[in-house]
Nanobody, 127 residues
Framework: HVQLVESGGGSVTAGGSLRLSCAVS????????MSWFRQAPGKEREWVAG??????????DYADSVKGRFTIAQDSAGDTMYLQMSSLNVEDNGMYYC???????????????????WGQGTQVTVS
């Protein structure tokens, strides 16, 4: 039984930083595709960043709105995914969700329906 649990959210002033974590329990696959999504009140859920790992390589990508400010990473065991967020602004407000699916993905990161597993979210507030 796979579970994803996010942590690390909180309140920060504009220009500040936060690091989100997504702890994975249970086995997904030797190849995984994982992403961070976020949703602000009254807005649609949007893809933020993704990372995909298999035996041969690791691939990552970012939404244009966060490129250069956010960094996605995964520990070597595949147990935890991180999102280091810096230079935060009010546009980054929202509930942040991690999502995962078995298999390697190199495109269409943003398609929420392709992800099988989702966490409950962690709130990020920038003021």
């Amino acid at each position: 039984h796979v579970q994803l649990v996010e942590s690390g959210g909180g309140s920060v002033t504009a220009g500040g930083s936060l690091r989100l974590s997504c702890a994975v329990s249970g086995y997904i696959s030797s190849s995984t595709c994982m992403s961070w999504f976020r949703q602000a009140p009254g807005k649609e859920r949007e893809w933020v960043a993704g990372i995909s790992v298999n035996r041969l390589r690791t691939l990552s990508d970012y939404a244009d709105s966060v490129k250069g400010r956010f960094t996605i990473a995964q520990d070597s065991a595949g147990d935890t995914m991180y999102l280091q967020m810096s230079s935060l602004n009010v546009e980054d407000n929202g509930m942040y969700y991690c999502a995962a699916v078995a298999g390697f993905c190199g495109d269409n990161w943003h398609l929420a329906y392709r992800y099988k597993y989702w966490g409950q979210g962690t709130q990020v507030t920038v003021s």
